[in-house]
């Protein structure tokens, strides 16, 4: 038997505990006779490729069942059945290379209440039954639509794909075949699924996820731009009739980060905003914790579970745990670190942020490295700190976050510092980094309120004026001398003034074209410049 990935096996069990119910005849008769065909050895011929597992099964005849690794309602079998024994003898054939069959029979009873149906549905029922029929029209359609959009071309290149899945999502956004109670989330679902088909296609592919992340990000961006947009549209508190459609929708969002690959970071962005503000009932988030610490534990550091683990502790108040977590995953993952910053910051939980601070901030100056967009990172980094700052007075972990993340946040460390009244500061800072100079506005704002702070400024601004020699920075020399006058007199230092001009003129005295402009700016008196020649 080829080797059937852990995970596929691991999801199906669940799949298969939570579709075929002990209490029903039928579903009881598919377990017994799949477990027999099992143990009188009628499976040949396990074969997995790419996202397939494919298997024989003789039960009186030949019979061929195809698995999806993801996608649990492509799976088929010969006999025409969407769920068969002879799927479930081919599951207890790959599962007993790892664990007893017997074994997860006695869970899969278990797990299901054995108290005896009342014989007339509750009113309750009939409407989670219809709820449930309901998602199922809609994955459906969503499905129709991507097998006659992209499906049917074969051969389809990423950026035809692109242009192909925008057309079809802008086709399911304003869809209206919901009704009006349940359009935004019916918009959520099939974006939901677009996107698992999406992710589906991507893996099979035979396209790289660079050359496809290169050339569908703008696909990508609008399924969760329209994700994000209807969610905070949803009706609060959320109906009573939701709840089926949530639970099933739960299950298509938890394939998402099975089917890693391309876009993991905007996959991962989905899930957790969905956990946020769409799952919200006690018992679904319970669940997912548990789901999300076993998955975690059997992926490797760099796989999406990793992350999710840490969200769900994170949104269950263990902040610690959630952090340790993060940290077992790669490198790279630990920028959602200051994603938890912006949870907390959104919830005015302004010591949990200011908590997390200073470990993002050792952990900055790679992120940096990493990012597409550094000065878009540096400023998104900047406004979640300038608000823990403001409201815990941490004014010093903003700027070490502004310092870790130089050259790029030259100009808004400076202005920070100008803000902060830290004018001397400031104007160190712009000298060591020559990057940068203040504007007129701040120039006059710190004359008026720390003159001081510019006699440094202003004493190197002349040096530098004059190392270049030639007339145009002579003239600039002598504007910045003026202003030093005007400073010095301000302070009542008319003596120190007039002595370090006498020092300047006596060590310039070789550049005449410098004396001439000292002269016409009228900074000494033609006679006092006679006395000295």
Known sequence: MSSVPSLFLHKYSDFLINNLNPHQADDLQKVEDGLALFQEGMIQDVFVEKNFIMASVYDEEKFNCLFHTHLFSLNTCSCNQKLCKHMVACFFSMYSERDNANQWIAEWKSHHDFEEKNETQTVATQSSSRETDLYQQ??????KLFEKEILSNKSMAPYLLNLHGLVLAKKLMIYHGAGYEYQKLFQIVVNVRLLERLLDWFISSRYSYQEIEDMCG???????????????????PLPFSYDPICEKLRGNVRELLFLQGAFDR???????????????????????????????????????????????????????????????????????????MFYFVERNEWISAERLAPTFIQNVKKYMEQADNPWRFMSY???????????????DLHEQVLIKMLPYSRQRLANLYFEWKEYGRMLDFLQVSGFWQPSTEQLRIIQKEAPECLLPYYHREVVQAIERK?????????????????????????????YYLENLLEETKRLRAFQEEIQRGKLIYVEDQAVRS
Do not use: C
Request: charged share 30%.
């Open 138 to 143: 809609w994955i459906d359609l969503t499905d």
């Open 218 to 236: 703008q696909l990508m961006d609008a399924i969760y731009a329209n994700i994000e947009t209807v969610t905070p549209q949803l009706p609060k």
């Open 266 to 340: 905007t996959v991962l962005r989905i899930y957790w905003l969905l956990w946020q503000n769409l799952f919200q009932q006690k018992k679904l988030r319970e669940e997912e914790l548990e789901f999300a610490e076993r998955a975690a534990a059997k992926s490797n550091p760099n796989s999406s579970w990793r992350v999710a683990y840490s969200f769900h502790l994170l949104m269950s108040g263990q902040v610690k745990q959630a952090i340790e977590a993060i940290e077992s995953a790669d490198a790279k993952q630990f920028v959602y670190v200051l994603d938890y």
């Open 381 to 395: 980094v900047d406004s979640i700190f300038e608000r823990i700052s403001e409201q815990t007075s941490s004014f």
């Open 470 to 498: 030639n007339r145009k920075s002579y003239k600039e020399a002598v504007r910045y001398l003026k202003k030093l006058r005007t400073i010095y007199k301000k302070l009542k230092k008319e003596t120190t003034w007039e």
